[in-house]
């Protein structure tokens, strides 16, 4: 049906090519010529997935004022859908460590918080690492921030909307560190002067935006950093380095209860 056979609202017909407009990012991520997120490359793939055709005089001055302003909305939207972590697939890789874990003993505990930070953040990344949108949201954050202070506020959405999914991923982990904090009896460390609550919540502001720093490298890099730790029965482990480094933030700030 063409878009002339049924006339569709504003709201409607942007939802639909902008839709159209982040799976084609997500099945062949950002080529660097701008045509890669034209008009007619989305138009095309809108008819092709879902048989709704559409035109540039439909959309152009009706939706979007340029192409330009177009292709940040799609980007916008991008990011604001970027990677959600797979929360049962981390519950899986974690419920693998309870299932041996000795939470009894001070020292069970100890090591519990190590593996859980090893297997758990490593499966987070793993994730992400798979992820265009991760990639994404590091790529245009950079390209953003290279320009001129006056044309930055063209993309005001744009920075909100990956400002908006940086504070998705805090919220999730205040709630990650509450947890393991509850079934660890961990607190944090008194002379740091903050209540239990505070603790929690700056363990997840570091690690979010030590997050942030493995997508910026994740947009040129082919897999994960590793990095070989001696564990406590003389054994080798390999750990991913944002797992290494999410953990020794961890350890640091906390205190465990008797």
Known sequence: MSETQRRRSREELRELVLDAAYRLLDDNGIRLEPSSISYQRVFDHLEATTGVTTTRGSVHERIWSSQAEFQRDVLGRAIETLHRPDEDATARAVETVLATADLETLPGRRQALRDLNR?????????????????????????????????RADYADLMAAARANQM?????????????????????????GLTHDEGVRMCARVVTLHFEGAFARNTYSDQPATIDVRAAD?????????????????????????
Not at 119 to 142: I, N, T
């Open 119 to 151: 297997v758990g953040v490593a499966e987070e990344e793993r994730q992400a690492w798979e992820s265009v949108q991760a990639r994404l949201v590091a790529a245009v954050s950079a390209v953003v921030s290279t320009l001129p202070r006056e044309e």
């Open 168 to 192: 998705m991923r805090f919220d999730r982990n205040v709630e990650l560190f509450s947890a393991l904090a509850t079934l660890l009896r961990t607190t944090v460390r008194p002379d740091l």
């Open 234 to 258: 003389g054994t080798l482990e390999t750990w991913s380095l944002l797992a290494w480094g999410a953990y020794k933030i961890v350890e640091w700030i906390s205190v465990f209860e008797d």
